[in-house]
T-cell receptor
Framework: GENVEQHPSTLSVQEGDSAVIKCTYS??????FPWYKQELGKGPQLIID?????GEKKDQRIAVTLNKTAKHFSLHITETQPEDSAVYFC??????????????FGQGTILTVHP | SAVISQKPSRDICQRGTSLTIQCQVD?????MFWYRQQPGQSLTLIAT?????????ESGFVIDKFPISRPNLTFSTLTVSNMSPEDSSIYLC???????????FGSGTQLSVL
């Protein structure tokens, strides 16, 4: 099965700085990589995802990059704001290929943005 | 996406008892899943809730401990049976949309077992 490693486990930045979270995966057949944001007391929220046929995807202040050769993908948040403070999870398809809802999650990164 | 409602949102239970968690979706979905998030940990897939047939469990999870029902395409229940403190977790209902590729979560049920 897929194995996903996520770093760092905690990340503290000043408001306006950029934040980068990295994940590596083990199954070269995996072709879909989502990122989730979880606020306290809430379920994970899908914030951005990328398929293996592209190297980068952006959505306003959030971007995801994918390096298939190295089997890693990263979340980039620019111009961070206090409301970006949350736990972020990366994920990859549990059995490789397409997820069909079955994901293996990274260990999570606690992001704190200081005003 | 879809609106996914879970009940209860939280509960405190005594060891040895059982709790049934309900999940209601505002549209018909083919793929529905249950995940567990232990305190301060990541998410782990428990099972796929199959409509009209038995759920498909992942390694480490069994039907006797986590029976699941899926009577229709908008509703599912997860029961945590014969609870112990190790079952204290957040239990999350989720649905796969857009061909099943994108996974969306409910708000979760925070369970504490004393």
């Amino acid at each position: 099965g897929e194995n996903v490693e996520q770093h760092p486990s905690t990340l503290s930045v000043q408001e306006g700085d950029s934040a980068v979270i990295k994940c590596t995966y083990s199954d070269s057949a995996s072709n879909y990589f989502p990122w989730y944001k979880q606020e306290l007391g809430k379920g994970p929220q899908l914030i951005i995802d990328i398929r293996s046929n592209v190297g980068e995807k952006k959505d306003q202040r959030i971007a995801v990059t994918l390096n298939k050769t190295a089997k890693h993908f990263s979340l980039h948040i620019t111009e961070t704001q206090p409301e970006d403070s949350a736990v972020y999870f990366c994920a990859a398809p549990r059995g490789g290929g397409t997820s069909y809802g079955k994901l293996t999650f990274g260990q999570g990164t606690i992001l704190t943005v200081h005003p | 996406s879809a609106v996914i409602s879970q009940k209860p949102s939280r509960d405190i239970c005594q060891r040895g008892t059982s709790l049934t968690i309900q999940c209601q979706v505002d549209s018909q979905v083919t793929m529905m899943f249950w995940y567990r998030q232990q305190p301060g940990q990541s998410l782990t897939l428990i099972a796929t809730a199959n409509q009209g047939s038995e759920a498909t469990y992942e390694s480490g999870f069994v039907i006797d401990k986590f029976p699941i029902s899926r009577p229709n395409l908008t509703f599912s229940t997860l029961t945590v049976s014969n609870m112990s403190p190790e079952d204290s977790s957040i239990y999350l209902c989720s649905v796969g949309l857009q061909g099943g590729e994108k996974l969306f979560f409910g708000s979760g049920t925070q369970l504490s077992v004393l």
